[in-house]
DNA sequence: GCCTAGGTCCCGTGT
DNA sequence: ACACGGGGCCTAGGC
């Protein structure tokens, strides 16, 4: 990894042509090929960069970056280098994370009827022409029951288990189809929307579901 | 700006939990607060990170990063620092960009029979009581046209558009108002949707609009 | 290779 | 303060 602090001006021209006018700013080139532009403020965006793999030239004071199979082109002008540092960084190794939707979706599919209500599962996954439907399950009564999941229930995942529904029914064997909205924690507005169509809302926790904690005396809806 | 090389081992436990494991990477402490930590590889991302503000403890050789008012923690074990240098980067500047999605908006305004019928522009960010629709012109035969811009068309365009026309035909001066979405790309799964609402599709090109190309013989629908 | 969906999305804007 | 929408979104997974 080599580190730059140089004053410096920055172009890019691709999806969009964006300028960034001189100062003093952080380059990153990672091993990746990846070069990113950082400030000292802004948080976690870089201001501009490249993702890799790119090809580099470096004219004069100016370097520019560009995309093996796209027209993308980054050109720094550097004014003023007042740092340049090369970092061996060794192996590395991967992020391991725990608590995204598909950690729900999978203790879900295993025990669906944490959902509140006996189910038995049929599908995950299950294809529409306006995308999946996380899980295509059964009540008791042998009615459909289809389940989106997220890991936090907006307006926006009611509007999505609507289109799915609305899909789903044109078949006559699923015009009975329900939904339910399932999810770590659902928005106020998201259960209101829910209600009116007559979509139930269900709040999992990931705890419950792996056992390690009971369940809470009181359930949504 | 503080840059930090060190071999360190760093936990992420807030809205999901996550563990990075021990290898030298690249902390950056920013002026506003925030922290990001890269590897050498992996591109754009930061492996983990907090956007400022933050508050920071130093409990012997573990950094904690806090957020103000949430229970998101970042635990960074330094284990071996290899560099530690802090850099004033003095002020900085805005990122100036062109050819966003109101570029677009503004090239169809400015000819909007670019849409592939003859159409005349009546009002831009014409007021609906759910937001703005992006362009409203007239037919030729006098009928009203709700347009919506994006760059690229997703399912999602087609619900803002579909809010929009809802609205817009309750006066029944604009009951046959029909819709159109203009996008520089528009997704098989939006154009699905948009027929079944009778919305039409039309796919624009920004170096024809600027009239740097000929358009394509071929328009879309 | 393209396309779709998720993200600790981030980040601005408006209410 | 919180919801909404755009992003050069990025990035992983499916086909």
Redesign the interface.
């Known amino acids: 990894?080599r580190?730059l602090?140089a004053r410096c001006e920055v172009r890019y021209s691709g999806?969009?042509?964006?300028?960034?006018?001189?100062?003093?700013?952080?380059l990153?080139l990672?091993?990746?090929g990846?070069v990113?532009i950082?400030?000292?403020?802004?948080?976690?965006k870089?201001?501009?960069?490249m993702?890799?793999p790119t090809f580099m030239e470096e004219l004069g004071d100016v370097l520019v970056v560009r995309k093996a199979k796209a027209e993308d082109t980054l050109e720094i002008r550097l004014v003023e280098v007042?740092?340049d540092?090369v970092?061996?960084?060794?192996?590395?190794?991967?992020?391991?994370?725990?608590?995204?939707e598909r950690d729900l979706q999978e203790l879900l599919a295993a025990s669906p009827s944490a959902l509140g209500e006996a189910l038995t599962l049929v599908k995950r996954e299950w294809a529409t022409?306006?995308?999946p439907v996380d899980l295509m399950c059964k009540d008791d009564d042998g009615e459909w029951v289809a389940v989106e999941i997220k890991?936090v229930g907006t307006i926006?995942a009611v509007?999505q288990l609507t289109?799915y529904l609305g899909f789903i029914r044109e078949d006559p064997a699923k015009a009975g189809c329900r939904g339910v909205l399932a999810a770590q924690s659902i928005k106020p507005q998201a259960v209101a929307l829910a209600e009116s169509r007559e979509i139930r809302c269900a709040e999992v926790d990931l705890a419950v579901l792996r056992g390690e904690r009971e369940p809470d005396l009181t359930l949504f809806g």
Request: net charge negative.
């Open positions: 990894m580190l602090v999806r969009l042509t964006a300028i960034l006018p001189e100062a003093v700013r952080l990153i990672k091993a990746d990846s990113l950082h400030d000292d403020a802004g948080g976690y870089p201001l501009n960069w993702t890799g007042l740092s540092v970092q061996d960084m060794g192996e590395s190794a991967a992020l391991q994370k725990d608590g995204v022409e306006v995308g890991r926006e509007e289109r």
